[in-house]
């Protein structure tokens, strides 16, 4: 089943925000952030999934975050298609600074100051050693959709980025400006449209197209 595409009004920018396939860092819990890892066997297939389930979707460009695991996403989307593919750094996944390439418990355990610095403030605390916060993602994400909406408008486009990425995104694109944290799953859809008025959300989270990897053993939630 494809994905439904979007009702193409007029002035209106459809985006079709989709999270990279799994990597063996996902599989094993790894906090990756900006971490350079290809997709597993099976995001190989997830991605061919997504391709096919958007191949009925007239895009007029595919933006990636140049990270392996989403460029190479993007290049099977790009399969049979034309338009230019874009790599653009700002789509990469939140800077985990020190805490990169470690388990959520193995981050705690190692950097329990931050984490009750996190607690009490979950969008603005920077990832030690270098990282980023929350609201440093957000910032740079509304930069690259502000630029790829003044490129596009009236268009179709898709974004292949990270978890924590789109999760920013529906942020954005939020009403009241509330800040989702929800579990993005890997080569999922999610579609938000934008007009002169500002951005919305339209679908999240779709996975429908994934059904046939639905029974695969060994799923485990991953991280970013």
């Known amino acids: 089943m494809g994905v439904k595409a979007s009702s193409g009004r007029i002035h209106m920018t459809a985006v079709y925000l989709v999270r990279h396939g799994e990597t063996e860092a996902n599989k094993a819990g790894m906090l990756q952030g900006q971490m350079d890892v290809p997709l597993s066997e099976k995001g190989r297939r997830q991605a061919r999934l997504v391709a096919e389930a958007l191949s009925g979707v007239q895009l007029d460009a595919v933006y990636s975050s140049d990270l392996s695991r989403a460029r190479e996403?993007?290049?099977?989307?790009?399969?049979?298609r034309t338009c230019p593919?874009?790599?653009d750094k700002r789509l990469r996944e939140l800077h985990m600074g020190a805490i990169s390439g470690l388990t959520i418990e193995e981050s705690r355990q190692t950097f329990p100051e931050f984490h009750a610095q996190l607690a009490a403030d979950p969008y603005g605390v920077r990832?030690?050693?270098?990282?980023?916060?929350r609201l440093d993602l957000r910032n740079r994400m509304a930069s690259a959709l502000d630029d790829i909406y003044e490129?596009?408008?009236?268009?179709?486009?898709?974004?292949?980025?990270?978890?924590?990425?789109?999760?920013?995104?529906?942020g954005i694109a939020s009403q009241d400006g509330s800040w989702p944290r929800l579990v993005v799953e890997n080569c999922s859809v999610t579609v938000i449209e934008r007009d002169d008025s500002g951005w919305r959300t339209v679908e999240v989270n779709v996975c429908d197209h994934l059904s046939a990897l639905a029974e695969d053993a060994h799923l485990p939630r991953e991280a970013n």
């Open 73 to 80: 996403t993007a290049e099977a989307i790009m399969q049979g």
């Open 85 to 87: 593919l874009v790599l």
């Open 127 to 133: 990832r030690p050693g270098g990282g980023e916060s």
């Open 151 to 170: 490129r596009h408008k009236d268009g179709r486009v898709a974004v292949v980025a990270h978890g924590g990425s789109i999760n920013a995104v529906l």
